[in-house]
């Protein structure tokens, strides 16, 4: 028997989407936290009759998340909500302990960025909003080669929701924010009262009382550290706070029913973008502390990334890419029409149909083996778009990568799941490859700010191991094309057995090793081979369990045509479940 935890209470979140809410709720089972149910309903926040563009009544956030706690209160079988229909936490007996909140399904925010200089200040707002629910629509710099009334006329016709305002090091430059200062003090007149932006101010320490001064009559007002309290120091934590504030507090007064969430949450409302750079960052420490990673969730309307050479040293963006609202994007541009067709072997006006109908219906699924296809191959094209606008290679080396999506967590088995993630990421080298097929990475994150205890058990339990350890081999093809053979590979286990295998081009193989075990890998590669450590480099690595093991995919790098369209192929040679 387990000894119990110290901290035994019950959590619930509550995760809302452009799409779908999902309701989870984690508990003591065995002394050990895990998670007990997940409730779902249709996210409200357009419903019931659409999406306001098309005026008509924008629903209610909040019904949306009753619903899905009512269908997690019928598999639980107890009561989690009052006769009012509300959690009511603290008097309600049954209700959880603690309630968080995460959303992901608003507008994003209009963005105006000023800074003293394009390079520092205006750079570390950049990375500031980068990655959050906002669209920066215009910036400004002290070098601008724009007199008064061309920026005003800017300033004003970009009808931002929020101006970030940044410059010059504490003790530095002081008439360039001023000067922006008034610059917005006279916009003010152009804008309606109850449409003015918010102003996050993160410059100059010493200026902030007057600018709190100059600009308080007519805007919102929050301020901030400095992003750059020195030239050689980059703070933008407090800031990020500060604008994630800011983006909630535009959210709640814009959707009916937000306000609700907030108050049940007791103002734990985050965004599930930032829960899940908090649950990557834990993950990809775990995983691969001092390597490669990236962390990617497709969701309906974004697409959110994180990215870096280690787990201390990532950038996250938000991308208005998605497989329901997102793909409003992509539905005029025949370049991303091609890439999907290439990623499904379908034609274009083909394409273009799913496109079209999955962006009115998001949360349709697919009725059959050919809509299956196409909805994994946008997913896989859109992640590809992502990597290149990170200016990564099609083909990066990661140590770690996770990734998280309905694309993911519906898949019919979790091979397709695997191989989905492959042909988008198309990674090289070893990767800890980790795919959120329950959907609980945001929940995680935010778990992991108030009980140790809850984070360290989830991720020892099955929903959050890695779905597999890939080795992705690449080659110089010769005269004769590829190797006949392109290495050796030798699995043993902690126990001193061990498995070898020759690996052959064109075809996906697979070892066992059991998630919560350990192997080292002895890897021989072909000298036209790289195996991750370089062309015809030999070498050992010590490696984690997974539920499917280790899964060596020798199809190429870069996908070739063909493997791409093939997935009934490559699914035979894997198994269909994950016992």
């Known amino acids: 028997m387990r000894a119990s935890v110290v901290q035994t209470e019950t959590y619930l979140t509550l995760d809302i989407g452009a799409t779908h809410t999902r309701a989870y709720l984690f508990d003591v089972a065995d002394g050990m936290y895990r998670l007990v149910a997940l409730g779902h309903s249709n996210t409200t926040a357009f419903a019931p009759l659409g999406n306001p563009r098309f005026g008509r009544p924008v629903g209610d956030v909040w019904e949306g998340a009753r619903r899905a706690i009512e269908h997690l209160e019928s598999l639980v079988g107890f009561h989690l909500l009052d006769e009012e229909g509300l959690l009511s936490v603290g008097t309600n007996p049954q209700a959880p302990d603690q309630v968080f909140a995460m959303a992901s399904f608003g507008a994003p925010v209009r963005a105006v960025l000023m800074g003293v200089l394009p390079t520092l200040s205006l750079a570390s707002l950049e990375r500031v909003v980068a990655g959050t629910y906002s669209h920066v629509v215009a910036k400004f710099s002290a070098v601008d080669a724009m007199d008064p009334e061309t920026r005003l006329t800017r300033l004003v016709e970009a009808f931002p929701d929020v101006v970030a305002l940044a410059g010059g090091t504490d003790q530095g430059a002081e008439s360039v ?285 099955v929903h959050l191991a890695p779905l597999a350890v890939v080795i992705s081999p690449r080659w110089r093809a010769g005269r004769r094309g590829a190797p006949g053979s392109l290495g050796e590979l030798t699995l043993t286990y902690s126990n001193g057995e061990s498995i070898s295998l020759t690996l052959q081009p064109g075809l996906i193989q697979r070892l066992p090793l059991a998630p919560g075990r350990m192997g080292s890998l002895s890897l021989i590669p072909h000298r036209r081979v790289d195996l991750g450590a370089g062309y015809g480099e030999a070498f050992e690595v010590q490696v984690p369990g997974a539920l499917m093991g280790v899964i060596i995919d020798n199809r190429g790098r870069p996908l070739p045509h063909e493997a791409l369209a093939e997935k009934a192929r490559w699914l035979a040679m894997l198994p269909a479940t994950l016992a």
């Open 177 to 461: 924010l001023l000067d922006f200062a008034y610059l917005l003090q006279r916009a003010a007149q152009f804008w309606p009262l109850a449409q003015r932006p918010w102003i996050l101010y993160a410059g100059n320490a010493n200026v902030a009382p007057k600018i709190e001064r100059l600009l308080g009559q007519h805007f919102e007002i929050r301020i901030a550290d400095n992003v750059r309290p020195k030239l050689t120091e980059e703070r933008l934590g407090p800031a990020r706070r500060a604008y994630w504030g800011i983006v909630r507090q535009w959210w709640v007064e814009r959707y009916p029913g937000l306000d609700t969430v907030y108050e049940q949450a007791q103002g734990r409302l985050t965004f599930t973008a930032e829960a899940f750079r908090r649950a990557a960052r834990i993950l990809h420490a775990v995983y691969a502390g001092q390597g490669s990673g990236l962390a990617l969730d497709v969701g309906s309307r974004y697409t959110y990334v994180r990215y870096g050479p280690r787990a201390d040293d990532t950038q996250g963006r938000v991308f208005p890419w998605g497989l329901g609202e997102g793909l409003a994007a992509w539905l005029d541009q025949p370049a991303f029409w091609e890439e999907v067709s290439y990623h499904s072997h379908l034609d274009e006006a083909q394409v273009r149909n799913f496109l079209y109908q999955k962006r009115l219906y998001p949360d349709t699924l697919p009725m059959s083996e050919e809509e299956l296809h196409l909805e994994e191959a946008v997913a896989e094209a859109l992640m590809g778009q992502v990597l290149r606008e990170l200016d990564e290679t099609r083909t990066p080396a990661l140590d770690f990568a996770l990734v998280s999506g309905s694309v993911f967590r519906g898949a019919p088995s979790p091979g397709r799941a695997l191989l989905t993630a492959l042909n988008g990421l198309q990674p090289r080298g070893i990767t800890v490859l980790l795919v959120d097929l329950a959907g609980v990475v945001p929940s995680l994150g935010v778990l992991a700010e108030v009980n140790q205890y809850a984070a360290v058990h989830l991720m020892g339990s």
